[in-house]
């Protein structure tokens, strides 16, 4: 129900207002969200019925849940629609992205700005502040996927008219990726060293070689994982490095086409069945000292998670061992693909090793090395051909 009345008439007792007073509107509606009744006012109408059409709009809007004629703060908005739209819609990898671009890089750019004062001039200078501090492209597309996925979002639900960066454009240009390996000359001094260095480290390391494993995907793989009898690696969950103890351990694979399974060679299931055993007489010693609850294949010797700073700097000094450049770890899973390769495994057979979502995107990741395989191969055959063709 509404009321109206003009604010500040001055024309008490006269059949017509004379001193220009707006009309207001006054109005009790049922929130849907906490089944309660509240009021809402707005004004500045010319006339009555001005008001009323007005009045009636808000209602509808009110009670469906929305409220168009309030506006909030940038700020507030995200935080809403990452809580009502992305928790528990998306996976844990892409919430923390999310989170981690509208944390950095939008939030200290628009600071207080209010959701329906962002234009798309003020948006592209966004976009361009990004660029001009040197952010990678594929940064400043990550954050722009963030607030177009968001301020989309906003236009479908009505809080704003017109989604401000729809056709906004990314400057810089795309950098070539650089795939880097271990050449296959130089593993077994690299597996030298790791065994020197710690057992642990060898076996984790060795695997993602044998694999071609995240070593997320490796560090959350439990016994029941493993089938050594078939020789089968089963790929479902990856581990969250960063979780703090009352949090989720595990988390989804990085992609649908992440969850996986991967048969492995003799040699590797060899080195698990002595692992286990391993493992087992840690078991034993430490008893109820041992983390038995998450029953992890790679961990340190009291069954917890092994840290990624430990990983990292044991990665680091091995490399340093082998008298290797620096390298990443995930250089071990394209290691992996370039074994594959010059093994002449197909593209389809690596794409599903490695759980991309399509042949192509191999394809396009590993170009360069299949080149580099094929004029190896060809200089290969040219020696051998050359003192019987020519």
């Known amino acids: 129900m509404a009321s109206f009345r003009r604010r500040g008439c001055t024309c008490t007792g006269k059949k017509r207002c004379t001193c220009g007073a707006k009309w207001e509107y006054r109005l009790r509606y049922k929130d849907p969200i906490e089944n309660k009744f509240r009021e809402a006012t707005g004004g500045g109408f010319t006339s009555k019925a001005e008001a009323i059409l007005a009045a009636d709009k808000r209602k509808i809007e009110l009670e469906e849940g929305y409220d168009q004629s309030e506006d909030m703060t940038l700020e507030a908005y995200l935080q809403y629609w990452l809580t009502e739209y992305k928790k528990d819609s998306v996976r844990k990898n892409t919430l923390i992205t999310h989170q981690t671009g509208i944390k950095k890089r939008i939030l200290p750019y628009f600071k207080n700005v209010m959701l329906s004062k ?3 001039m003020m948006y592209q200078k966004f976009l361009n502040s990004l660029h ?23 236009e479908m639900i009505g809080k704003i008219k017109k989604n401000p960066c729809t056709n906004a454009v990314i400057k810089g240009k795309t950098k070539k990726q650089e795939i880097d390996f271990i050449d296959s000359g130089d593993i077994s001094e690299f597996l030298t060293q790791a065994h020197k260095y710690g057992y642990i480290y060898w076996i984790f390391f060795k695997t993602l070689i ?5 070593k997320g995907e490796a560090a959350a793989l439990q016994w029941t994982d493993i089938d050594l009898k078939a020789g089968t690696i089963n790929i479902n969950k990856t581990l969250d490095f960063d979780a703090k103890p009352d949090e989720e351990l595990f988390g989804d694979p990085k992609t649908y086409k992440s969850s996986r399974v991967v ?5 590797l299931i060899n080195d698990l069945h002595f692992h286990m055993k391993w493992q ?6 430490l008893k109820e000292l041992y983390r038995h609850d998450i029953n992890l294949v790679f961990c340190r010797n009291d069954g917890d998670i092994m840290p990624k ?4 700097n044991a990665f680091e000094r091995i490399l340093k061992r082998s008298e290797l450049p620096k390298l990443r770890i995930h250089s071990l899973r394209h290691t992996h ?15 599903e090793r490695l759980g991309h979502d399509s042949e192509q ?4 990741v590993y170009a360069h090395i299949s080149k580099r395989i094929e004029t190896e191969s060809m200089d290969r055959f040219e020696a051998y051909a050359k003192d019987i063709l020519d």
């Open 210 to 214: 044998e694999t071609g494993m995240r």
């Open 280 to 285: 087992n007489q840690n078991k034993l010693a």
């Open 361 to 364: 995107i191999t394809s396009q």
């Open 118 to 120: 962002i234009t798309p």
């Open 309 to 312: 700073s430990s990983l990292f």
């Open 337 to 351: 693909v370039v074994l594959q390769m010059e093994a002449g495994a197909s593209m389809k057979y690596i794409q």
């Open 132 to 154: 001009e501090n040197e952010y990678s492209k594929r940064t400043i597309e990550i954050t722009h996927s963030t607030m177009n996925n968001a301020l989309a979002k906003a």
């Open 263 to 267: 048969t492995i060679r003799k040699s």
